[in-house]
Nanobody
Framework: VQLQASGGGLVQPGGSLRLSCEAS????????VGWYRQAPGKQRELVAG???????HYTDSAKGRFTISRDNAENTGFLQMNNLRPEDTAVYYC???????????WGQGTLVTVSS
């Protein structure tokens, strides 16, 4: 199983980024997709997740700003991030698993830096 995350970069506060996670070697549609992040000196945390059935979950800081989605035909998950804040700066990891929490598979991470 391989997860290829992309879309990170440097953005100013208030800006937007769209992260993508392309999966291979797995039946993507049967798995939950998650986006976790880890900021320097902090623990890794779940940002958002979407189950195989389409149920979505967001951490409080992401509600109203981030949108998680999936395209099963393309084996790809997405995280649209709007109104980014400096505290969103972190390495973002996409995940796959039976559940959003405690996922089985992790991507390599993509760095998001929010700074003026």
């Amino acid at each position: 199983v391989q997860l290829q995350a992309s879309g990170g970069g440097l953005v100013q506060p208030g800006g937007s980024l769209r992260l993508s996670c392309e999966a291979s070697g797995i039946i993507f549609s049967r798995n939950a997709v998650g986006w976790y992040r880890q900021a320097p000196g902090k623990q890794r945390e779940l940002v958002a997740g979407i189950t195989a059935g389409g149920y979505t979950h967001y951490t409080d800081s992401a509600k109203g700003r981030f949108t998680i989605s999936r395209d099963n035909a393309e084996n790809t998950g997405f995280l649209q991030m709007n109104n980014l804040r400096p505290e969103d700066t972190a390495v973002y990891y996409c995940t796959l698993g039976e559940r959003i929490w405690n996922p089985t598979y992790w991507g390599q991470g993509t760095l998001v830096t929010v700074s003026s």
